[in-house]
């Protein structure tokens, strides 16, 4: 059973440039989440993709954006680099259950992408 | 923002010993997951507490959690070198939509020295 899986594993850009990064959740699963991890820190939720919406964003400019596919895989686009943007990127997946009785059900992370900005 | 808050930041100890690692969080919960993660690379899921349970075991790992004192702790017992990595508690805010939107804390850099 494969896990979540991302791609590319490292990539190098440009300031201004644009960048795309790809994600299969695990096998099951329907929704894909979209963090960003800053070299020493914990990641920081960027947005969550459910039946190819996005249904919940963090403080994240307009600039990143998103696209879930029929076949539950996401994207995530940036924009504009800035030199701030270069950070590990990663996806995670989960079955969703929107029932307010229910506390979640686990969420599984890829080995994400390495972005660098220069 | 940050939700949870390892403690302690850094920790460093010999292989046999038991790792204790401490999380809080300000705001109810859904559930608290605990990761790891190796210098550089991705998340790896280790227990998934809910808010209703108050203690969980997988193999070497226990978890508590304490909804009145809205903290957790992550307990390695014997520990091994190949556990030198940074542990992350992850909290799903209570809220009806949140399901699955995690806040994390900064970590905690554990060494475990052969």
């Known amino acids: 059973d494969a896990g979540v899986t991302q791609s590319p594993t490292h990539l190098i850009k440009t300031r201004g440039q644009q960048v795309t990064l790809r994600c299969s959740p695990k096998s099951g699963h329907d929704t894909v989440s979209w963090y960003q991890q800053a070299l020493g820190q914990g990641p920081q939720f960027i947005f969550q993709y459910y039946e190819e919406e996005e249904r919940q964003r963090g403080n994240f400019p307009d600039r990143f954006s998103g696209h879930q596919f029929p076949n539950y895989s996401s994207e995530l686009n940036v924009n504009a680099l800035l030199l701030g943007d270069s950070a590990l990127y990663l996806c995670a997946s989960s079955l969703a259950s929107w029932d307010r009785g229910f506390s979640g059900n686990t969420i599984y992370f890829g080995e994400g992408s390495w972005l660098t900005v220069v | ?114």
């Not at chain 2, 010993?17 to 109810?28: F, L, Q």
């Not at chain 2, 790896?44 to 508590?64: D, Q």
């Open chain 2, 1 to 114: 923002s940050q939700q949870g808050e390892e403690d302690p930041q850094a920790l460093s100890i010999q292989e046999g010993e038991n790792a204790t690692m401490n999380c809080s969080y300000k705001t109810s919960i859904n559930n608290l997951q605990w990761y790891r993660q190796n210098s550089g690379r991705g998340l790896v899921h280790l227990i998934l507490i809910r808010s209703n349970e108050r203690e969980k075991h997988s193999g070497r790992l226990r978890v508590t959690l304490d909804t009145s004192k809205k903290s957790s702790s992550l307990l390695i017992t014997a520990s091994r070198a190949a556990d030198t990595a940074s542990y992350f508690c992850a909290t799903d805010s209570a809220g009806g939509t949140s399901y699955g939107k995690l806040t994390f804390g900064q970590g905690t850099i554990l060494t475990v020295h052969p």
